[in-house]
């Protein structure tokens, strides 16, 4: 069973910086996908970033491109998504996610593991 439990989320002052951690275990992790997500108060859960665990390679959500980087340690197998210049608007629950069905991997609907949320809060 997949287990995923995400830290490091806080309050942050507009313009910081946090680093949220995903420690993943229960299975190998070499054919899937890793995405954050997060979910603002009343609003839906949005992509934020994805990375295959394999290759490396790594996709953006807009609002976020340029100011997080989202990547992955093979032998720790931790997921790692760096968040600078933080926006008020950054503020939401982050999720830390995986799928092995790596078609699309924006989607929440693609994504069969969850963690339990980190609280990541910017103020202005």
């Known amino acids: 069973q997949v287990q995923l439990v995400e830290s490091g989320g806080g309050l942050v002052q507009a313009g910081g910086s946090l680093r949220l951690s995903c420690a993943a275990s229960?299975?190998?992790?070499?054919?899937?996908?890793m995405g954050w997500f997060r979910q603002a108060p009343g609003k839906e859960r949005e992509f934020v970033a994805a990375?295959?665990?394999?290759?490396?390679?790594?996709l953006y959500a807009d609002s976020v491109k340029g100011r997080f980087t989202i990547s992955r340690d093979n032998a720790k197998n931790m997921v790692y998504l760096q968040m600078n210049s933080l926006k008020p608007e950054d503020t939401a629950v982050y999720y830390c996610?995986?799928?092995?069905?790596?078609?699309?991997?924006?989607?929440?609907?693609?994504?069969?593991?969850w963690g339990q949320g980190t609280q990541v809060t910017v103020s202005s």
């Open positions: 990375i295959n665990w394999s290759s490396g390679n790594t």
């Open positions: 996610a995986a799928t092995y069905t790596i078609v699309r991997i924006t989607s929440t609907r693609e994504y069969g593991y």
């Open positions: 229960g299975r190998t992790f070499s054919s899937a996908a």
